[in-house]
């Protein structure tokens, strides 16, 4: 039972009554009463009447026996206060279904999700956290609703740096690789330092472009031990990418051509300066000028674009997919812009197929700057978490729960805000066990669990009474919708901040209703509505990716 489609419901037939029309109620969360509708207000407008009368009427008019009482408040509001039976009644239906009232999709759809997608033979830094971060969450959300979730991590393993790379490897043994940053920095040095090298390497491309076997080979050997390195990392951090997700630009590389082809046919390339570009319509730079967006290079190699464009094209016609969604900075907002533009010109994004760029800000030092090592380089994943575990084994000893809690609260505090705004990377505050953070969260988790352990077995139901059970109890019944709204916009810091609620609002009831002292057939009614606030964190958090251990 959705109740705020059931205040919905009952107002709806009353605004009928008075308006002679359909008229959508607006039924919203108040805090000034459980439920708010300020639907009375336009609709006296129109009938060109005084707000608190049409409110009146619409009241007068409504049947809400058992289910709320309501009364008009200011201009014209009406507040709703459900009756503890309703609000009994949906907790304990929410209890008994395994899904916390979240219902699977009725329609589930392919949707790709793309993410991480780092470039590879180079260590994760801070740079891919937001990404994989967020991309994971959506995945799981996604998943969980009932969709059909095709994870895609974009690789960047192929272009000019493999001839660098490969040729810097030589005939070695790639496994032996156990630091990709010094050995990609070691590559880097004699490309910039050794003209011979920078000759060899130069012409390593091509023998990868032609296809040379031996190049292929030891090509093969860096890619692999970059993903092995990869899979290691996002295991620790709890990121459900595995290898079969890997799909890397070069999987692309036989699709170029026709992606040539098929967008030449219908005329939507231009030869400028002797590369092939196209110039979607809507993009324009600075000056008013439109953008190319370029698909063939004038050396006749294919960049970044060609393969997303090929990407696209193949998630669309050959996996099916009819939502596409690019975890990727904002930065390379303008490139997507075109590549969609170019993919709906050339009829890849059919009615009912949509593609959207799901940017978000930049990771900001507490100086305020893009966040970087103290000498100025990127800042290495891995380092971030060791010491986020480090920091965090001050507030748990245990080492796995110290895991939990540090990788928990970075991922919190990157989920937590606004996904389009930059956001400070501040230790203190992500690791405080006060306010909107994972320690938090997962305090108010480790503490109902243990009430739980302390009672044992029991049975009862959910019966609210007092004002803080009736205040968790609608929070809980929040969860749902919060749930719906997160997964149609990804802001999954509406998500995040509304668990943050259920953990406020069980402080606030466990303050002052005592459970386990509490007399019988209360004591059952708390311990049930304790459970499912257990719950309902746990599967929240879940869905963001953040674990929660039984104790902390
Ligand atoms: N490898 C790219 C980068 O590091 C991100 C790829 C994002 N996905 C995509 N389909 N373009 O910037």
Known sequence: MNLEALLAARLGAAFFRVAGATVDPAVRRSRHADFQSGAALPLARRLGRAPRDVAGDVLAAADLAGV???????PGFLNLRLTGEVIAAAANEVAADPRLGVPPVARPERIVVDYSSPNIAKELTIGHLRSTVIGDAAARLLEWLGHDVVRANHL???GTAFGMLIEHLGAGDAAGIDDLTAFYQAARLRFDTDEEFRTRARLRVVALQTGDEPTLRQWRHLVAASQHYLLLAYDRLGVTLGPEHFVGESFYNDRLESVVAELAAKGLLVESEGALCAFPP?????????LPLIVRKSDGGFGYAATDLAALRYRVRELGAIRLLYFVGAPQRTHFQMVFAVADAAGWLPDGVTAE???????????????????????KLAAVVDEAITRASA??????VARAVGIGAIKYADLSGDRMSDYVFDWDRMLALTGNTGPYQQYAYARISAILRKA????GTILPVAAAERALALEVLGFAPVVDQAARSLEFHRLAGHLYG????????????????????????RLALCALTARTLRQGLDLLGISTPERM
């Open 357 to 379: 760029h799901a940017g978000f800000g930049s990771i900001l030092g507490t100086d305020g700057r893009m966040f970087r090592s103290r000498s100025g380089e990127s800042v």
């Open 156 to 158: 960047g393993d192929w």
């Open 68 to 74: 709320a009482t309501a009364e008009v408040s200011g």
């Open 502 to 525: 259920i953990a406020q609002a069980f402080s606030a009831f466990y303050e002052s209703c005592p459970v386990l002292s509490a007399p019988a057939g209360v004591r059952e009614s």
């Open 282 to 290: 809507g993009c324009t730079g600075r000056n008013g000028d439109p």
């Open 395 to 400: 507030l748990a000893p245990a080492p796995e």
């Open 456 to 459: 044992g077995e029991f049975e």
